[in-house]
C-alpha cells in the first residue's frame, strides 16, 4: 500500500479552504474512486486524469486508487483539483517524487491530453496560499489573473509533463510575471462638467467624506445620473489591500479581472435585478452587484422600479457591510462594504412638482408610487434631498467654461483634496467613516454643543424621527464638521445635517 499527499484549496467565497489530497494505491480489481463530498465535476476527473495520465507517457497503477479530497464535510466542485489528483496518482506510483510538494499548492483542469486547462475564482486561493507561505502551480492560461496579485510566486503549467518535470528537478516552470499597479488615475467623470445643482453637489461632497447613503428626487434630466458618476471621483484612491479584495471578489464572478485600477468600483444594475443578483447566489454562491460594489459605489436608478424583496435584501448589508448567502450545502460570507445612490422621480410621470411639465398623476398614484419603498429602507439612507429644474440659461448650462477656457465649476479634483482631509481626520479620530460609527464611538465623538442638542430634540420631536434617524442626523452633522475642519459638532452643522434629510 502507497500514499501520496497532494496540497490544494476549494472554491467558497473569499474564504478558499485547504484541501488535502490523500491518494492511496491498493490491491484488488482496477477502480479509482473519489472520496470527500465532491459534485459530479469532481467525480468525473476520474476519466480526465486516467486519460492525461496515459496520453502523457506514464503508467496508470492497476489495483485500487481511492483518493481522498479531505477535509470530508466540505462540498467541492469544478475541475480545479484534476491536477493535484493526477499528481497525487504519479506520486503514490513512485513515478515522481514527493520532495516538493509540501511547499506547492496545485491547481488546474486537465484534458484527455494531459493539457492543464484554467480554473475560475483562483485568486482568493492565491491569497490564502501567499500567507501560508507556499507556492502555487496553476493553468498559464490564468497567469494574467495571477499577475494582478503582488508578493504572489506562481508558477504557469501548460501540461501535465511539465508539471511532473519541474517536481522531479529536470525543468524549471516559468514564473508567473507581476502586472505593474498604476499610481492614482484621473475619474472617468469630472465634477467640473456638471453646471447649476449647487444643493446637490454639496449633499454629494457630504455624502464623500463620511460615506454616507444618498437618495435623490427629482424629475427627469435633473443630472440625477450625472451626480452619481461622479461620486467615485470624489472619493480618495483605493489602498493597496483594498484593490486585492476587489479582485478576488472580481475573481469569483463570472468574468475575470484582467486589470488593476485605483478608481472605486462602480455598479449600476438594472432595475429589474432580482434579489440574488444584487446581494449573491447560485451554485456556489457568487458575489452580487453590492460586493461587486465593494469599497465603491452602488448606483440604483429607477429606486421604486426595484421588486420589494430585492431592496428588502440590503437592509442588513447597508448596515453592516457584508452579507451571508446560505444555499444547500454552501453558507458564504461576502464583503460588502459600499456606498448606495439611489435616484427616483417623485410620480410615476417623473413632473410631481416640476414648474416646466403639470402632472398628470392622481395623489393616489403618487402615494402608492412612493409607498414601494419602505420606511425601514428609506430611514437607513442618511441623506435624501429633491432636485428641481436648474434655472441656468441654456449656453451656461452647455458652455461651463470661462472665456480663458478654465472650468467654472470645482472639478473632481478639488473636491477630493476637502473630502480626503476630512476622512483623514476620521481616520485618526476613530479609524473609520462617519457612516459606520460604533454606538460608543458616536456618544464621545458626535455630541453636539447646547444649541445643537436643543435643535435636534426640537426636530424629532415635530417630525417623530426614530433613533436611528437621530443617530444617522448626528452621524452626518459630525461629517459636516469634518469638513468644516471643526472639532465639535455645533447648532450650525446640525441645521444642515436636518436639512439633507427633509423629505
Aim: charged share 25%.
Amino acid at each position: 500500500m502507497l500514499l501520496a499527499t497532494v496540497r490544494t484549496r476549494a472554491r467558497l467565497g473569499i474564504e478558499a479552504p485547504p484541501v488535502t489530497c490523500e491518494v492511496r494505491l491498493g490491491g484488488g480489481l482496477p477502480r479509482l474512486t473519489i472520496v470527500g463530498l465532491v459534485e459530479t465535476a469532481v467525480r468525473e476527473s476520474r476519466e480526465r486524469v486516467e486519460a492525461a495520465i496515459h496520453q502523457s507517457g506514464y503508467a496508470f497503477p492497476d489495483g485500487r486508487i481511492t483518493v481522498n479530497l479531505a477535509p470530508a464535510d466540505l462540498p467541492k466542485g469544478s475541475g480545479r483539483f484534476d491536477l493535484a489528483i493526477a499528481i497525487g496518482i504519479l506520486v503514490a506510483s513512485e513515478q515522481v517524487p514527493a520532495d516538493l510538494l509540501d511547499d506547492h499548492e496545485l491547481y488546474g483542469e486537465l484534458s484527455f491530453t494531459g493539457e492543464v486547462r484554467g480554473v475560475r475564482g483562483l485568486l482568493p486561493a492565491l491569497t490564502r496560499a501567499r500567507a501560508a507561505g507556499r507556492r502555487c502551480i496553476i493553468p498559464e492560461v490564468c497567469g494574467a489573473e495571477a499577475g494582478l496579485l503582488r508578493d504572489v510566486e506562481s508558477l504557469l503549467a501548460t501540461h501535465l509533463v511539465g508539471v511532473v518535470d519541474y517536481l522531479s528537478g529536470r525543468k524549471p516552470l516559468a514564473a508567473c510575471p507581476c502586472i505593474d499597479w498604476p499610481a492614482d488615475e484621473a475619474p472617468v467623470h469630472d465634477l467640473a462638467d456638471l453646471n447649476g445643482q449647487a444643493a446637490a453637489r454639496r449633499a454629494l461632497e457630504i455624502a464623500a467624506a463620511g460615506g454616507h447613503h444618498l437618495l435623490m428626487i427629482g424629475p427627469p434630466g435633473t443630472g440625477k445620473t450625472m451626480l452619481a458618476q461622479r461620486l467615485p471621483g470624489l472619493l480618495p484612491p483605493m489602498t493597496a489591500d483594498e484593490i486585492v479584495e476587489t479582485l478576488v471578489l472580481r475573481s469569483l464572478s463570472d468574468r475575470r479581472p484582467d486589470h488593476v485600477t485605483r478608481r472605486r468600483p462602480f455598479r449600476s444594475p438594472h432595475h429589474t435585478a432580482s434579489a440574488a443578483a444584487l446581494v449573491g447566489g447560485g451554485r456556489p454562491p457568487r458575489p452580487g452587484e453590492i460586493s461587486l460594489a465593494h469599497r465603491g459605489v452602488l448606483f440604483l436608478d429607477e429606486l421604486p422600479e426595484f421588486a420589494r424583496p430585492a431592496l428588502e435584501a440590503l437592509r442588513e448589508p447597508l448596515e453592516c457591510g457584508g452579507i451571508t448567502v446560505a444555499r444547500v450545502g454552501h453558507t458564504v460570507t461576502f464583503p460588502a462594504c459600499f456606498q448606495l445612490v439611489a435616484a427616483m422621480n417623485p410620480c410615476p410621470c417623473g413632473f410631481a412638482g416640476d414648474r416646466q411639465h403639470p402632472c398628470r398623476c392622481t395623489p393616489g398614484q403618487v402615494q402608492r408610487y412612493r409607498h414601494r419603498v419602505s420606511g425601514p429602507f428609506l430611514d437607513r439612507l442618511d441623506i435624501r434631498i429633491e432636485l428641481g429644474r436648474s434655472d441656468l440659461s441654456l449656453d451656461d448650462l452647455i458652455g461651463g467654461r470661462a472665456e480663458d477656457g478654465a472650468p467654472v465649476n470645482e472639478s473632481s479634483a478639488m473636491v477630493r483634496r476637502r473630502v480626503s482631509q476630512a476622512i483623514e481626520r476620521q481616520r485618526t479620530r476613530t479609524g473609520q467613516c462617519n457612516a459606520r460609527l460604533e454606538a460608543a464611538a458616536q456618544r464621545d465623538d458626535c455630541r453636539p454643543d447646547a444649541e445643537g442638542r436643543a435643535l435636534l430634540t426640537t426636530a424629532a420631536e415635530r417630525f417623530a424621527m426614530s433613533a436611528r434617524a437621530c443617530d444617522r442626523c448626528l452621524r452626518l452633522a459630525r461629517t459636516i464638521a469634518d469638513l468644516d475642519a471643526s472639532d465639535r459638532v455645533r447648532a450650525r452643522h446640525v441645521a444642515e445635517a436636518l436639512s439633507l434629510r427633509r423629505l
